[in-house]
């Protein structure tokens, strides 16, 4: 199918450039095009319905440097924030909200998925991002939008959100894990913030 996208739209981009089109060729050109459209749409319509999300089309993948770097920055918040989550569900232990493979973001989800699990990622996340430093890297770099994802061995992507969504979602006064009122009100700021700095450079 993607030859014949290639194949069709280079034959629509040609006739709109001469201007002696045969005008049952661009008729022709219209409806094939017309055609691919509903292709298209039938096929997101069979994604949407197996529960899969297609990868934006204008999405930009994080420079490696500009990751890197995150990264390092993010576990240096995370070594100083252990969670014990001995008593939680399926007992984890203490555990650490490293971030070790660019394509692996350390989401609760992945720690036993407990209040206690969720509560302690939601510490290390406002820690994170009320280091003005911190703050100031991943909006020079358009990083609160960078989609976060977990990439299991079998190739199986789950999109967690971004810092943005995070921040935004942990905050709620119903999240799960609930942080103290003073800690969930100060990343409510911090989610302001995002929204602000998001908004200023024309990404929402």
């Excluded at 119903?174 to 990404?203: F, H, P, T, W, Y």
Aim: one cysteine or more; glycine letters at 6%; aromatic letters at 10%.
């Amino acid at each position: 199918m993607t030859s014949r996208i290639f194949s069709v739209v280079a034959c629509a981009v040609t006739l709109s450039l001469c201007s002696c089109a045969n005008p049952d060729e661009l008729a022709k050109t219209r409806d094939e095009l017309e055609e691919l459209r509903k292709e298209n749409a039938e096929l997101r319509a069979q994604l949407e319905k197996l529960g899969v999300q297609p990868a934006r089309r204008n999405a930009k993948e994080p420079d490696a440097k500009v990751q890197a770097e995150v990264m390092k920055r993010w576990n240096a918040v995370a070594e100083t924030l252990p969670a014990d989550l001995t008593n939680a569900n399926l007992n984890f232990g203490v555990v650490k909200y490293t971030w070790g493979q660019a394509d692996q973001f350390p989401h609760p989800t992945y720690k036993g998925g407990s209040a206690e699990a969720y509560a302690g990622f939601a510490r290390v996340l406002l820690a994170f991002l009320q280091n003005d430093e911190n703050f100031q890297y991943l909006a020079d770099y358009g990083y609160f939008t960078a989609e976060l994802k977990y990439v299991f061995p079998s190739g199986q992507v789950t999109n967690m959100g971004t810092f943005a969504k995070l921040a935004e979602q942990f905050s709620a006064p119903n999240a799960l894990g609930k942080l103290d009122e003073a800690s969930r009100q100060a990343l409510k700021a911090i989610s302001d913030r995002i929204q602000a700095s998001v908004k200023a450079q024309g990404k929402v």
